[in-house]
């Protein structure tokens, strides 16, 4: 559901003065990001740095996890999940699904692509100066973190799009 004018007001106020939030909130919008989200899972599920990290975070058969990622709150249905945890038994069998099945695209698609899609609004957070220190990066840890609590305290659901500035990042670099 479309976002009122108070919960973004809320929201922002929440960023901070040193954040500006941009709401990307009609169907083009979500479109564009969804396409964007896609692109940096495909990235993610195609590199080997994240393979040992995907395949430790799971914790299988579980709807609670203390630790890690339960597999009941990843999205894809039992027959799905069973087909991932045997596809994650190895890198090799990793690389051949994603390469002749195409297992990264219709895995973002499950993953990221249909909530992205379909939520109300995606929101950017930019902030008044490029971070250069430390303590501007934990400023902006900070930041997400008070949007995401205030989003949960307006019963809302926000998931924090980290997947796009960390590969961002890695694409520069390499």
């Known amino acids: 559901r479309p976002l009122t004018h108070s919960q973004k007001q809320i929201l ?7 954040y500006t939030i941009q709401w990307m909130e009609s ?5 564009q990001m969804t396409k964007l989200i896609l692109q940096t899972t495909r990235i993610r599920l195609r590199i080997p740095e994240a393979y040992p990290v995907h395949k430790s975070i799971i914790e299988w058969n579980a709807q ?3 630790d890690r990622i339960p597999d009941a709150a990843l999205g894809p ?9 045997a596809v994650l038994s190895s890198w090799e069998c ?7 099945i195409g297992a990264a695209w219709s895995t973002s698609l499950q993953l990221d692509g ?4 379909s939520c109300g609004a995606h929101m ?7 971070p250069q220190t430390d303590e501007d990066f934990i400023d902006i840890g900070k930041a997400v973190q008070r949007v995401w609590l205030t989003a949960t305290q ?3 659901w926000h998931q924090p799009e980290m997947v796009i500035p960390i590969f961002a990042r890695y694409i520069s670099k390499n």
């Open 124 to 130: 950017i957070m930019l902030r008044d100066q490029k």
């Open 64 to 66: 609670y996890s203390l």
């Open 154 to 156: 307006l019963d809302l």
């Open 77 to 85: 249905g039992r027959i799905n999940l069973k087909i991932m945890r």
């Open 27 to 31: 169907l083009l919008q979500r479109l």
């Open 94 to 100: 990793v690389q051949f699904l994603n390469r002749y």
């Open 12 to 18: 922002q106020q929440a960023a901070g003065k040193h």
């Open 114 to 117: 249909w909530t992205s899609l």
